[in-house]
């Protein structure tokens, strides 16, 4: 472990580098408030209500995924069918984990949920492991090919939708790096002076980067991380 740190300076010193950095820091909320004011302005595209979907009281549909709210985020979780908890995705385990209350959300009319792009009875199983309260669905087939149309599917995406009557339409979409959004961990790690630690980081030399991007980066021990806290409490994992 390094043990290279930054400069010590007087308080007068840190604090007029701070103030510095806060002028980028504060152009930096105002464009992401111009990027969300952007994507409030979206067109949209309908997608078929009935588009079927499976759920703790079997089939389902998208539109009964809303819940009776007006809007809904859905992720969409990379499933690996047939292979055990420690060798589901770690990426969308670590997204997952991130969201837990949901009042919030619920409060402004959205219901978030996440589908499992697989068999439901096996991820659900992974969700009662996990602990997860968000609701849970599975597709599979032509269902998840109309819901992710024109996308790769088994990739990790987070899709918006708002209903207008029985009538849903999609409102905006990401993967890959952009579902961090719903991520709190690695924003709290880029508020520390050692960041992510992660090789592709512009850090100063010495600073540590033992985490790699690669199917290690969000394991330990070859298990997904948050899952040892659940064996830990007795939970079984078998799918």
């Known amino acids: 472990m390094t043990t290279n740190l930054p400069p010590v300076v007087d308080r007068v010193a840190f604090e007029a580098e701070v103030a510095a950095l806060r002028v980028r820091e504060k152009a930096h909320t105002q464009e992401s408030d111009a990027l969300a004011a ?30 009776g709210r007006r809007q809904l985020i859905l992720y969409y979780f990379m499933w690996h069918a047939g292979h055990p908890a420690a060798e589901q995705c770690e990426g969308c385990t670590w997204c997952s984990s991130q969201v837990r209350e949901l009042s919030y959300l619920h409060s402004r009319d959205i219901t978030y949920a996440i589908v499992a ?27 998840l090919e109309t ?18 009557a ?18 709190n961990s690695y924003r709290l790690m880029d508020l520390t002076v050692w960041g992510r630690q992660e090789p592709h980081e512009d850090s100063p030399d010495g600073w540590p980067r033992n985490w790699p991007v690669d199917g290690h980066l969000l394991k330990v021990d070859g ?8 064996l830990a409490a007795g939970h079984p994992d078998s799918l």
């Open 38 to 67: 952007q994507r409030r302005r979206l067109p949209m595209v309908e997608v078929p209500a009935g588009t079927p979907l499976t759920g703790p009281n079997g089939p389902t549909t998208l539109l009964e995924a809303f819940e």
């Open 117 to 143: 792009q697989g068999p439901y009875p096996e991820s659900a199983r992974y969700h009662e492991f996990m602990g997860w309260e968000m609701p849970w669905y599975a597709a599979e087939g032509e269902p």
């Open 147 to 164: 819901l992710l149309t024109g996308r790769h599917v088994g990739m990790m995406h987070l899709v918006s939708y708002v209903r207008d």
């Open 166 to 183: 029985d009538r849903v339409f999609e409102t905006w979409w990401t993967t890959r790096r952009g579902v961090e959004l719903v991520d």
């Open 223 to 230: 298990r997904p991380i948050p899952q040892w806290a659940r």
